[in-house]
């Protein structure tokens, strides 16, 4: 509980959503399948050798009772190294391809999840501003209503004027609601995204020195 509780910063959750998105984990799956294969297809092209060998003993009794041991024994190497095979050639030549292409998919999906995963990121971050500020307008609207009704009862405002105060009241009860509501929302997203219940991501540290934008002309950009 302490762990889920805890705010853990940008990096820490893509490295949680790289350990669990099941898109990202599917390319990353292909990649080294693509890479298995390409080091199999590379194996046509290398030497082969076969090494192999053999032993017999012998044992004879002869007439006079005596024991006959002989022995034998043979080694053999073989080896071979195809100097042109078109067909292997082939084969190498689109493992390669495929690698390359499953490897290009992986850096696509990494950069989707990245995007993703910041996303979501700054969409809990910025939710929960909008909630700050839908309590804090509420808490003004209700002390413009309580003194709407103390000013009623004191015969200094109208009926009116409570229930237009009422009526922003509510208003801003409404809003505090859909506040809340869309930061449940993006906080699924971001659990969902990560593997994880009940993400609290790191706010804006302050004060913030940002650096200067490199280069300053808006044209070079």
């Known amino acids: 509980g302490a762990a889920n509780a805890s705010a853990e910063n940008l990096s820490q959750l893509y490295d949680a959503a790289r350990a669990y998105d099941a898109t990202y984990l599917s390319a990353r799956a292909l990649a080294d399948s693509a890479e298995y294969k390409a080091a199999q297809a590379d194996a046509l092209?290398?030497?082969?050798?076969?090494?192999?060998?053999?032993?017999?003993?012998?044992?004879?009794?002869?007439?006079?009772?005596?024991?006959?041991?002989?022995?034998?024994g043979t080694v053999g190497l073989q080896g071979s190294q195809s100097l042109f095979n078109r067909a292997n050639n082939a084969t190498v030549a689109q493992a390669q391809r495929a690698l390359d292409i499953s490897k290009a998919d992986l850096e696509t999906a990494e950069q989707d999840l990245m995007v993703r995963v910041a996303q979501a990121y700054f969409d809990v971050l910025?939710?929960?501003?909008?909630?700050?500020?839908?309590?804090?307008?509420?808490?003004?609207?209700?002390?413009?209503?309580?003194s709407a009704k103390r000013n009623v009862e004191v015969?200094?405002?109208?009926?009116?004027?409570?229930?237009?105060?009422?009526?922003?009241?509510?208003?801003?009860?409404?809003?505090?609601?859909?506040?809340?509501?869309?930061?449940?929302?993006?906080?699924?997203?971001?659990?969902?995204?990560?593997?994880?219940?009940?993400?609290?991501?790191?706010?804006?540290?302050?004060?913030?020195?940002?650096?200067?934008?490199?280069?300053?002309?808006?044209?070079?950009?």
């Open 155 to 221: 015969g200094t405002a109208t009926i009116t004027d409570s229930r237009e105060a009422q009526a922003r009241f509510d208003l801003a009860t409404a809003r505090e609601l859909v506040a809340d509501n869309d930061l449940r929302t993006k906080r699924t997203v971001l659990d969902q995204l990560v593997g994880r219940s009940g993400v609290s991501p790191n706010g804006l540290a302050l004060p913030v020195v940002l650096p200067q934008v490199q280069p300053a002309d808006m044209d070079a950009w």
């Open 126 to 146: 910025a939710a929960q501003d909008a909630l700050s500020a839908a309590q804090a307008f509420k808490k003004a609207v209700a002390e413009q209503l309580a």
């Open 45 to 72: 092209l290398r030497p082969s050798a076969r090494l192999s060998g053999s032993a017999t003993q012998n044992m004879t009794n002869t007439a006079l009772g005596n024991t006959v041991n002989g022995r034998t």
